[in-house]
C-alpha cells in the first residue's frame, strides 16, 4: 500500500527548513520510505515534510519516524502530522 506523511510546521524560525533537509537525508534509509521531500511556503517560514511510503497496510496514527520527528519539531512552531491513503488503493481494498 502506498500512503503518505505530511508533517506541517508553522514556524516563525528560518532555519527549520534546513533542518527538516537534515533529517530527510537521515530518513533515506528506512525501510518502506520511497521518498522524502521538504517544502517551504511561498511567503512565511512555515515548512513541511512530506514521507511517502510503501509497506503492506499505512499506519493511520503515523510511522514511529514521523511521530518521532513530529515530537522534536513541537519546539518550533505548531505541528500538523497527517496520514495520507492513495485513493486507488482505498477503491482496491474494497473491491
Known amino acids: 500500500m502506498i500512503w503518505m506523511e505530511f508533517i506541517k510546521v508553522q514556524t516563525v524560525r528560518a ?6 533537509k537534515d ?3 537521515e530518513c533515506k534509509q528506512c525501510k518502506g520510505l520511497l521518498d522524502a521531500k521538504v517544502f517551504v511556503h511561498a511567503m512565511v517560514a512555515d515548512c513541511s515534510l512530506c ?4 509497506t503492506e497496510k499505512a499506519e493511520p496514527q503515523g510511522s514511529s519516524l514521523g511521530l518521532h520527528l513530529s515530537s ?3 519546539k ?3 505541528v500538523d502530522h497527517s496520514v495520507w491513503v492513495e485513493k486507488e488503493e482505498i ?5
Open 72 to 74: 522534536i519539531l513541537k
Open 23 to 25: 533529517f530527510v537525508l
Open 51 to 54: 514521507l511517502l511510503w510503501q
Open 76 to 78: 518550533y512552531g505548531l
Open 91 to 95: 477503491e482496491e481494498k474494497m473491491s
Open 15 to 20: 532555519n527549520v527548513a534546513a533542518k527538516l
